[in-house]
């Protein structure tokens, strides 16, 4: 037997399959329109920000990874959009305004995950597919492009959800597109971490603990004045975060509530990522040794409504890590 057929063997009660077949896919990340969204994401921050679809109302875009995780990018383009759950509880907790609250974990595995949090006491969601005339799809006649789940309620202070994939044809366009879409001038490679702020660290590290997600050690943030707990998440991490006293965390927090303030984008060449967010936003940066490494803070939370973090890909610790003041 393979040893992708022995997980997908072992019975749902096993944590250690969540774990070893888990990752970050993707962040949802909202902006008031979504030419201001993209705008910034390319032009300040060097990224390559590809074309999506505009279905009842809600454009999207995409930012990916050569990892094949990425960022979507979301905007209301009517007032009466047609928006899902998720969508409609995203936009309740921004106002309207630029930000994310809403993450995917990529699980190979999604029935079992399905059953496995069942069990432990979450309320799961039926799992859900992509339309039948789904236009990136391969047809009707082919599995669905993805299938996912969320929860009602949410377990975790952001909006959590689980998804896969099928292996879809490889057309022409798809090979070329495969090729082009991770090409960023400012060689990011992977999203590699996501912040979640709350007021209850502890409770987001427990709930994670529950779903499988094991082995958190505790972290500090000093540039945004937040401490918590570090997740690997299979080679990445998320980090549950709160407030440490005064700062970016505090303020943050305090003006919108639980949220995702930030996320880690691992890149090829740190100093050439830094030399361009320097000039896009013209101001200069401070270096720091970080929980994944040698990174620097972006100063995009008035134009996306979160912080970005570049990090040293080739270098980042093999297990979480302490943050240094």
């Given at each position: 037997?393979?040893?992708?057929?022995?997980?997908?063997?072992?019975?749902?009660?096993?944590?250690?399959?969540?774990?070893?077949?888990?990752?970050?896919?993707?962040?949802?990340?909202?902006?008031?329109?979504?030419?201001?969204?993209?705008?910034?994401?390319?032009?300040?921050?060097?990224?390559?920000?590809?074309?999506?679809?505009?279905?009842?109302?809600?454009?999207?875009?995409?930012?990916?990874?050569?990892?094949?995780?990425?960022?979507?990018?979301?905007?209301?383009?009517?007032?009466?959009?047609?928006?899902?759950?998720?969508?409609?509880?995203?936009?309740?907790?921004?106002?309207?305004?630029?930000?994310?609250?809403?993450?995917?974990?990529?699980?190979?595995?999604?029935?079992?995950?399905?059953?496995?949090?069942?069990?432990?006491?979450?309320?799961?969601?039926?799992?859900?597919?992509?339309?039948?005339?789904?236009?990136?799809?391969?047809?009707?006649?082919?599995?669905?492009?993805?299938?996912?789940?969320?929860?009602?309620?949410?377990?975790?202070?952001?909006?959590?959800?689980?998804?896969?994939?099928?292996?879809?044809?490889?057309?022409?366009?798809?090979?070329?597109?495969?090729?082009?879409?991770?090409?960023?001038?400012?060689?990011a490679q992977e999203l590699s971490g996501l912040?979640?702020?709350?007021?209850?660290?502890?409770?987001?590290?427990?709930?994670?603990?529950?779903?499988?997600?094991?082995?958190?050690?505790?972290?500090?943030?000093?540039?945004?004045?937040?401490?918590?707990?570090?997740?690997?998440?299979?080679?990445?991490?998320?980090?549950?975060?709160?407030?440490?006293?005064?700062?970016?965390?505090?303020?943050?927090?305090?003006?919108?509530?639980?949220?995702?303030?930030?996320?880690?984008?691992?890149?090829?060449?740190?100093?050439?990522?830094?030399?361009?967010?320097?000039?896009?936003?013209?101001?200069?940066l401070i270096r720091y040794r970080g929980a994944?490494?040698?990174?620097?803070?972006?100063?995009?939370?008035?134009?996306?409504?979160?912080?970005?973090?570049?990090?040293?890909?080739?270098?980042?610790?093999?297990?979480?890590?302490?943050?240094?003041?």
């Open positions: 037997m393979s040893s992708s057929a022995a997980i997908a063997a072992e019975p749902v009660r096993s944590v250690a399959a969540v774990e070893r077949t888990t990752e970050i896919d993707h962040a949802l990340l909202w902006g008031r329109d979504i030419d201001q969204i993209s705008a910034p994401l390319a032009v300040k921050l060097g990224f390559q920000v590809r074309p999506g679809r505009n279905p009842g109302g809600v454009a999207n875009r995409y930012v990916r990874m050569a990892d094949l995780s990425y960022l979507e990018l979301f905007a209301k383009t009517r007032a009466d959009a047609e928006l899902d759950p998720g969508m409609q509880a995203d936009q309740a907790s921004l106002r309207g305004g630029p930000g994310a609250r809403t993450f995917g974990l990529r699980s190979s595995i999604l029935d079992q995950v399905h059953g496995l949090v069942r069990q432990q006491g979450f309320a799961p969601t039926p799992i859900f597919t992509a339309p039948l005339d789904d236009p990136d799809g391969d047809g009707p006649s082919h599995p669905p492009r993805w299938r996912l789940f969320a929860f009602a309620p949410q377990p975790l202070s952001s909006n959590l959800f689980f998804i896969d994939y099928a292996r879809l044809r490889a057309t022409p366009t798809r090979v070329w597109d495969t090729r082009i879409a991770p090409q960023h001038p400012n060689g912040w979640l702020l709350s007021a209850d660290a502890h409770a987001d590290r427990k709930q994670f603990e529950r779903m499988g997600l094991t082995g958190a050690t505790r972290v500090r943030l000093p540039q945004i004045a937040a401490h918590g707990y570090c997740v690997p998440v299979g080679r990445k991490r998320v980090f549950a975060l709160q407030p440490d006293g005064p700062g970016a965390a505090a303020d943050a927090l305090r003006s919108g509530g639980p949220q995702m303030l930030g996320i880690s984008i691992g890149v090829a060449d740190i100093d050439l990522a830094q030399q361009r967010v320097e000039r896009g936003y013209e101001t200069e994944l490494g040698d990174a620097f803070v972006a100063p995009t939370q008035a134009d996306l409504g979160l912080l970005i973090e570049f990090h040293d890909s080739a270098r980042t610790p093999a297990a979480c890590g302490v943050a240094a003041g």
